[in-house]
């Protein structure tokens, strides 16, 4: 930095030469840095080798799958496995099935976390951690060991095969996670908002939905997100429950694809490639909200 003076006698300091520091940092990364980068790079590559393949299997025709294996190049654009997968499955009856159950979960589950976690983490309620364990306990349990007492239940009710059963199920099952998750959140909300809007004369109601939503509005966004996709993916369950080709969802009837002793790869491919393009794109819609939520939590 250099100090000049004009004609008046008035010192004039001339600005610094070179880059700032930041911006040279910036462009100028340490060893360390390239080498995570690289790692996560070619990480992030092997996860999408099972799409690439997936992929290119979708478009290959059944001969030469049987002939030259999944990994040669396509000799033709096969798209006959599309055609046979939609109407074979009635794509878009399983898709408003699968839309309507995840959409269905993932908003009931956030509403009846976030009013669980409510009476847990402010509500102060007598067991509060007993009962906190009990949820984290739920989630530790496998599908696997609630499939016969719930198709008990369903039978009993009148439920079984109907997509409400499979609603009812999974709100409890994701709320489960979601009442553990945000009640942990709720337990550290800050008295003192609480207690002023308490002296201002809010009721319960009104301290939930003025205060206390507004706050952990972006937890509840990556909740309905994460409850979205969990729900889209289940298997087992819906197996069970959904007998019916008029209530199964989208992964009950790829696995209709697989016969006992015969399957149609480039069909199975290219059915897996339709039914995984609905999560995607429902991801990309909430990838800014998804990232807003997360960093917004690390920084509280």
Do not use: C
């Amino acid at each position: 930095m250099s100090v000049t003076t004009t004609p008046t006698g008035t010192p004039v300091t001339a600005p610094p030469t070179g880059r700032p520091t930041r911006a040279r940092d910036r462009h100028h990364r340490g060893a360390g840095r390239w080498i995570v980068l690289a790692v996560v790079t070619v990480g992030a590559l092997l996860m999408l080798v099972p799409f690439a393949f997936m992929l290119l299997n979708a478009f290959k025709p059944p001969g030469q799958y049987s002939t030259e294996g999944p990994l040669s190049w396509p000799s033709e654009f096969y798209t006959e496995g599309l055609r046979v997968y939609w109407t074979q499955v009635d794509f878009p009856l399983k898709l408003w099935n699968s839309t309507v159950i995840a959409g269905s979960v993932a908003v009931l589950a956030v509403v009846v976390s976030l009013l669980n976690a409510y009476a847990l983490g402010i509500g102060r309620v007598r067991g509060r951690l007993w009962i906190v364990g009990l949820f984290l306990l739920a989630n530790m349990l496998p599908q696997e060991s609630l499939v016969y007492p719930l198709y008990y239940v369903a039978k009993e009710v009148g439920l079984y095969n109907t997509r409400l059963v499979v609603i009812i199920i999974f709100t409890v099952i994701q709320s489960a996670f979601g009442t553990y998750l945000l009640a942990s959140v709720l337990g550290t909300f800050p008295r003192g908002l609480l207690e002023a809007a308490a002296l201002d004369g809010a009721g319960t109601w009104t301290v939930l939905w003025r205060v206390v939503l507004p706050n952990v509005r972006p937890t509840l966004a990556v909740l309905l997100v994460f409850f979205f996709i969990w729900t889209w993916n289940e298997f087992l369950i819906p197996l069970v429950m959904l007998i019916d080709n008029q209530t199964q969802t989208i992964p009950v009837a790829l696995a209709s694809l697989q016969g006992d002793r015969l399957m149609d790869a480039p069909t199975t491919n290219a059915g897996a490639l339709i039914s995984l393009v609905p999560a995607i794109v429902f991801f990309l819609i909430f990838q800014r909200t998804l990232s807003r939520g997360i960093t917004v939590g690390a920084e509280k």
